[in-house]
């Protein structure tokens, strides 16, 4: 009797324990992967709503195509590149990293570090005060997972990062807003185009290593758009609505190299670790055919004053065209959520010609097998 009746509550306890963990712990497996974002403004889901500075999208008609129809801090009308992809792997958009909601479980969906305005050199934006620049992204980085291991411990936390999907969006600005910034800029009076496109890889690459260490095992790197033909520099820059040709030739000579410094990085980790996506390409799809792709025009930008609404930042008094859909670019610099849409579609299934060496649809279904 003694016997039975120890057995009887172990029983029940066992009982128990089998009917919690069979509540918890198919959630936490049947998780979509983790998700990660560092870079810029392409890709800042509102971390800049909580900094002093002047790159900010937090006043409408930022979000005016979002589920809230609300500013959030994203670049876009709507979802940014980043949601796209969240959605894609069927995971709720990553939290920006200095949000207060992020804690307890929400840790789990991963985080997003980018900051608008931020480039791959510390110099870059500057004219931005106070934004979270790359080294930082990545110090916070190291900080989540700090706050991870207190959370589920170091062994799982090394298996949620490792298990994870990376998405790297920065560059742009390192030309747009520092090496072409004002005419005879300090570094363009320092370097050569060549040679600081060369500047800006070896230390791209450097930023790429370290978030390797940190854990990363896929990267999703994005390259520059066509920069010289944003709505902005066709303002500025440009001549009767051709694209500026020194920007054009910056993104040209750096996104080739790009790929190559992934290509020798992989090649020297023994893995697929980044993947390059071929954004320039993608955007050049629509730029130069944007009717094949339902736009009116990919030259003025929804939002904005002045010559193709390219002068001067997206604000309640600017231009607004009544269907985003129509338009290639929201602002002076961001695609419309159309074409973030567009450009998402092809991350996900594009050929060889968009993702090198391999697309996301590809990663995901080898991921899922190992
Ligand atoms: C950028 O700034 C950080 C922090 O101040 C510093 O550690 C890093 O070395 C700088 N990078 C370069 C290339 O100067
Ligand atoms: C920038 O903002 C962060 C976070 O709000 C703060 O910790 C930091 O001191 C600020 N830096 C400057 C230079 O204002
Ligand atoms: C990319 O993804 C699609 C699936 O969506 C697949 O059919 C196709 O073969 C892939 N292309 C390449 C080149 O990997």
Redesign the pocket.
């Known amino acids: 009797m003694a016997t039975l009746s120890s057995f009887v509550p172990n029983i029940v306890f066992v009982l128990v324990l089998i009917l919690v963990l069979g509540i918890i712990v198919p959630r936490v497996e049947a998780r979509p992967r983790a998700f990660f974002v560092f870079g810029d403004s392409l890709v800042d889901n509102g971390n800049n709503n909580y900094l002093h500075t002047n790159a900010r999208a937090d006043s409408p008609p930022y979000g005016i195509d979002y589920p809230t129809h609300r500013p959030t801090g994203r670049f876009s009308n709507g979802f940014n590149i980043a949601d796209l992809i969240s959605q894609r792997i069927g995971a709720k958009s990553t939290l920006p990293y200095l949000s207060p909601q992020l804690k307890g479980y929400n840790l789990l969906i991963g985080a997003n570090f980018a900051s608008a305005g931020i480039g791959i050199l510390n110099d870059t934006g500057a004219q931005f005060m106070n934004v979270t620049r790359m080294h930082t992204q990545l110090d916070y980085f190291k900080a989540y997972q700090r706050r991870m291991t207190a959370l589920i411990g170091a062994t799982r936390t090394k298996r949620l990062v490792n298990q994870a999907l990376f998405l790297m969006t920065v560059g742009g600005n390192d030309f747009v807003n520092n090496y072409y910034l004002v005419p005879s800029s300090a570094r363009s009076r320092q370097y050569s185009l060549p040679q600081y496109v060369k500047l800006l890889i070896c230390e791209y690459r450097k930023h790429l290593q370290r978030l390797y260490n940190l854990g990363a095992r896929r990267v999703l790197v994005t390259g520059s758009g066509p920069l010289g033909c944003a709505p902005a520099e066709l303002a500025g820059h440009g001549r009767n609505g051709h694209c500026s040709p020194k920007l054009q030739l910056g993104a040209a000579l750096y996104n080739p190299q790009l790929v190559k410094m992934l290509q020798g990085l992989n090649r020297k980790l023994g893995r697929d670790i980044f993947i390059a996506a071929n954004t320039a390409q993608m955007h050049k799809d629509f730029v130069t055919h944007p009717r094949a792709y339902g736009f009116v025009t990919s030259k003025v930008a929804c939002c904005g004053q002045g010559p193709y609404n390219g002068v001067g930042v997206c604000r309640t008094f600017s231009n607004l065209c009544p269907n985003r859909n129509l338009y290639a670019f929201w602002d002076q610099f961001h695609p419309s959520e159309k074409a973030n849409r567009i450009i998402v579609h092809r991350i996900?299934?594009?050929?060889?010609r968009y993702m090198k060496p391999?697309?996301l649809?590809?990663i995901l279904a080898l991921d899922a097998t190992t």
């Open positions: 996900m299934s594009g050929s060889t391999m697309n649809s590809t």
